[in-house]
Protein backbone atom coordinates (compact mmCIF):
# COMPACT_ATOMS: atom_id res chain seq x y z
CA UNK A 1 0.00 0.00 0.00
CA UNK A 2 3.00 2.34 0.70
CA UNK A 3 4.46 1.64 -2.70
CA UNK A 4 1.38 3.00 -4.50
CA UNK A 5 1.11 6.20 -2.08
CA UNK A 6 4.98 7.09 -2.79
CA UNK A 7 4.03 6.24 -6.93
CA UNK A 8 1.25 8.86 -6.71
CA UNK A 9 3.41 11.14 -4.65
CA UNK A 10 6.29 11.13 -7.36
CA UNK A 11 3.26 11.52 -10.25
CA UNK A 12 2.40 14.30 -8.51
CA UNK A 13 5.53 15.99 -7.81
CA UNK A 14 6.82 14.85 -11.27
CA UNK A 15 3.45 16.95 -12.58
CA UNK A 16 4.42 19.96 -10.93
CA UNK A 17 7.69 20.16 -12.03
CA UNK A 18 6.43 19.33 -15.44
CA UNK A 19 3.67 22.52 -15.08
CA UNK A 20 6.58 24.49 -13.81
CA UNK A 21 9.04 24.06 -16.66
CA UNK A 22 5.94 24.75 -18.82
CA UNK A 23 5.08 27.89 -17.10
CA UNK A 24 8.96 28.45 -17.62
CA UNK A 25 8.70 28.63 -21.26
CA UNK A 26 5.72 30.94 -21.07
CA UNK A 27 7.60 33.36 -19.02
CA UNK A 28 10.96 33.20 -21.51
CA UNK A 29 8.39 33.59 -24.60
CA UNK A 30 6.22 36.88 -22.97
CA UNK A 31 10.00 37.95 -22.30
CA UNK A 32 11.02 37.87 -25.71
CA UNK A 33 7.77 39.34 -26.96
CA UNK A 34 8.22 42.31 -24.62
CA UNK A 35 11.54 42.89 -25.80
CA UNK A 36 10.62 42.83 -29.78
CA UNK A 37 8.05 45.06 -28.84
CA UNK A 38 10.16 47.64 -27.20
CA UNK A 39 12.68 47.36 -29.82
CA UNK A 40 9.64 48.06 -32.46
CA UNK A 41 8.85 51.28 -30.37
CA UNK A 42 12.29 52.68 -30.66
CA UNK A 43 12.27 52.26 -33.92
CA UNK A 44 9.14 54.39 -34.13
CA UNK A 45 9.78 56.54 -31.36
CA UNK A 46 13.11 57.54 -33.74
CA UNK A 47 10.94 57.91 -36.56
CA UNK A 48 8.89 60.19 -35.44
CA UNK A 49 11.37 62.20 -33.51
CA UNK A 50 13.05 62.79 -36.73
CA UNK A 51 9.85 64.13 -38.51
CA UNK A 52 9.16 66.35 -34.98
CA UNK A 53 12.57 67.85 -36.39
CA UNK A 54 11.41 68.57 -39.39
CA UNK A 55 8.45 69.98 -38.81
CA UNK A 56 10.05 71.83 -36.39
CA UNK A 57 12.95 73.75 -38.64
CA UNK A 58 10.65 73.91 -41.49
CA UNK A 59 8.36 75.48 -39.09
CA UNK A 60 11.10 77.87 -38.00
CA UNK A 61 11.88 78.11 -41.67
CA UNK A 62 8.10 79.52 -41.98
CA UNK A 63 8.16 81.27 -38.98
CA UNK A 64 11.09 83.96 -40.18
CA UNK A 65 10.10 84.25 -43.77
CA UNK A 66 6.56 85.55 -41.93
CA UNK A 67 8.45 87.80 -40.26
CA UNK A 68 10.29 89.30 -43.02
CA UNK A 69 7.54 89.31 -45.53
CA UNK A 70 5.13 90.77 -42.62
CA UNK A 71 6.58 92.36 -39.71
CA UNK A 72 3.46 92.85 -38.11
CA UNK A 73 2.26 89.59 -38.24
CA UNK A 74 5.65 88.52 -36.48
CA UNK A 75 3.89 86.85 -33.57
CA UNK A 76 1.88 84.72 -35.62
CA UNK A 77 3.06 81.21 -35.86
CA UNK A 78 2.72 79.29 -39.41
CA UNK A 79 1.23 75.73 -37.44
CA UNK A 80 -1.93 76.36 -40.23
CA UNK A 81 0.30 76.26 -43.03
CA UNK A 82 2.40 73.38 -41.68
CA UNK A 83 -0.69 71.46 -40.69
CA UNK A 84 -2.05 71.82 -44.10
CA UNK A 85 0.55 70.76 -46.11
CA UNK A 86 0.86 67.19 -44.37
Given amino acids: ?36 RIHELEIEYRRLSARLAEAESELEMKSEMLAVAYPEYEDEEAWADLIDER
Avoid: T, W
Fill in 1 to 36: MLVYVLIGLCLSLAGVAGLQLMYMFYIDRLDKERKK
